[in-house]
């Protein structure tokens, strides 16, 4: 538990981040009943006993505009075939919290491709640990250097299909790779008519095993998920919690991270911890997932898994201040 010693007005400035987005430091049991209860300023907030972290400021907008409700549920429609792709944008931007979409791919060329067909396609094609986008690779250190690339027929046999027990480091280093556009036109990867080609970076694949898992954490944009094999379970929590979780900012921006587990998580480890806040999302087959900016998710592969995912560009704002401006 954070403690604090006498009231004292913090002078520090405040600093930027990698997209000029202006931060400040806090302590994070202190600001949330402070500034989110109180809305009392930064300014005056009591300097904590214990080490504090900082926050970026656009999280702090989004847990401002989120509010203090609970949300213990998300949208979820049935059938893709009830919007059509121009409208799809503005489902999204207004629903400001995790959206599944179901069957999106149904009927296209990745509807019930088979790790099989893979290997056919796409088997010869190379994995790279350095194809990770520049901000997420750096929280894997330099060890990423020393990898070497792997062919996705290798990848398959030796982790993902593999009946022996695999280390999660293979699914750590050969995860959310952004591979070149021959390797995408193999997978067969199929951009959403919605997300326009300049509003998007270019698709990141990950391939994993039952049971392979990515630690909680935010995405700094807003994130479209599309899975082709095997199921996902998402832990997601709504942006109030975040000073709940536990959570370090990797070089000042908004990709955050948490040693949390929601599988085994205990109040006694993380007395600040509200496991009852956790919004469970599953998606299958063939489902669209919508994951907005700075909503702390920890992903489970619950089956032998394939999905891919488009990040929108950093040099635009997340959906939710779109929709905050258009309200």
């Known amino acids: 538990m954070f403690t604090t010693s006498s009231p004292q007005v913090i002078h520090e400035q405040p600093l930027a981040d990698e997209h000029g987005v202006h931060f400040f430091p806090f302590d994070p049991h202190q600001w949330v009943t402070t500034v989110i209860h109180h809305q009392a300023p930064l300014s005056t907030l009591p300097r904590p006993t214990q080490p504090i972290i900082r926050l970026p400021k656009r999280i702090q907008d989004l847990i401002h505009s989120f509010g203090q409700g609970p949300r213990h549920s998300y949208p979820r429609i049935e059938d893709a075939s009830t919007r059509k792709n121009d409208a799809w944008f503005q489902v999204f931007q207004q629903a400001v919290c995790p959206m599944v979409v179901k069957g999106y791919l149904q009927g296209t060329k990745l509807d019930g491709i088979t790790f099989a067909d893979l290997r056919t396609s796409a088997g010869h094609h190379v994995l790279d640990p350095n194809q990770k986008p520049m901000l997420m690779a750096r929280s894997y250190g330099s060890w990423l250097e020393e990898d070497q690339p792997m062919t996705l027929s290798a990848y398959l046999d030796r982790v993902v299909l593999n009946p022996s027990a695999v280390d999660e480091i293979w699914y750590v280093r050969y995860r959310n790779l952004r591979v070149d556009e021959a390797f995408r036109q193999a997978l067969?990867?199929?951009?959403?008519?919605?997300?326009?080609?300049?509003?998007?970076?270019?698709?990141?694949?990950?391939?994993?095993?039952?049971?392979?898992?990515?630690?909680?954490?935010?995405?700094?944009?807003?994130?479209?998920?599309?899975?082709?094999?095997?199921?996902?379970?998402?832990?997601?929590?709504?942006?109030?919690?975040?000073?709940?979780?536990?959570?370090?900012?990797?070089?000042?921006?908004?990709?955050?991270?948490?040693?949390?587990?929601?599988?085994?998580?205990?109040?006694?480890?993380?007395?600040?911890?509200?496991?009852?806040?956790?919004?469970?999302?599953?998606?299958?087959?063939?489902?669209?997932?919508?994951?907005?900016?700075?909503?702390?998710?920890?992903?489970?592969?619950?089956?032998?898994?394939?999905?891919?995912?488009?990040?929108?560009?950093?040099?635009?704002?997340?959906?939710?201040?779109?929709?905050?401006?258009?309200?």
């Open 188 to 327: 067969g990867l199929i951009q959403p008519p919605f997300l326009n080609r300049d509003e998007i970076n270019f698709p990141c694949v990950w391939f994993g095993r039952q049971g392979h898992f990515s630690k909680l954490h935010t995405d700094p944009y807003d994130n479209f998920v599309l899975c082709v094999i095997g199921k996902k379970r998402f832990y997601c929590f709504p942006p109030n919690e975040i000073a709940h979780l536990y959570m370090q900012s990797l070089n000042h921006t908004s990709f955050l991270t948490s040693p949390i587990d929601p599988r085994t998580a205990s109040t006694q480890t993380f007395p600040g911890y509200h496991p009852e806040a956790v919004i469970i999302v599953d998606i299958e087959p063939g489902d669209l997932l919508y994951v907005p900016f700075g909503w702390p998710h920890f992903v489970v592969c619950e089956e032998n898994n394939f999905m891919y995912n488009y990040w929108r560009s950093t040099h635009l704002p997340p959906l939710f201040l779109l929709e905050k401006k258009t309200s």
